[in-house]
Nanobody, 122 residues
Framework: QVQLVESGGGLVQAGGSLRLSCAASGRSFSSYAMGWFRQAPGKEREFVAAIGWSDSTIYNAESMKVRFTISRDIAKNTVYLQMNMLTPEDTGVYYC???????????????WGQGTQVTVSS
């Protein structure tokens, strides 16, 4: 059974940093892309970043690419999202997802984690 388990969310002050982790299990993701999405209250789910599991190709959302960095550790089957200079507008639930194709559209992602809450206070 495929599982994506996010961790690392929490409450942080504006200007602070968090590193989210996504532990993947249940199948080989060598041909997959791993992505991060977020959803703020009352808003649609939004693409944050994606990385190719094998070739480490990276896609970033333009508005976040300076502050957010995606990476992966193949040996640990884990994908990370380093978030710096956080603002209250970054508040939301952050989801890890896996797709057989590299992309920014959520509908291309087959597997999803349960999400981890990030709250940034002003």
């Amino acid at each position: 059974q495929v599982q994506l388990v996010e961790s690392g969310g929490g409450l942080v002050q504006a200007g602070g940093s968090l590193r989210l982790s996504c532990a993947a299990s249940g199948r080989s993701f060598s041909s997959y892309a791993m992505g991060w999405f977020r959803q703020a209250p009352g808003k649609e789910r939004e693409f944050v970043a994606a990385i190719g599991w094998s070739d480490s190709t990276i896609y970033n959302a333009e508005s976040m690419k300076v502050r957010f960095t995606i990476s992966r550790d193949i040996a640990k089957n884990t994908v990370y999202l380093q978030m710096n200079m956080l603002t209250p507008e970054d508040t939301g639930v952050y989801y890890c997802a896996a797709s057989p194709a590299m992309g920014r559209a959520s509908w291309t992602y087959d597997y999803w984690g349960q999400g981890t809450q990030v709250t940034v206070s002003s």
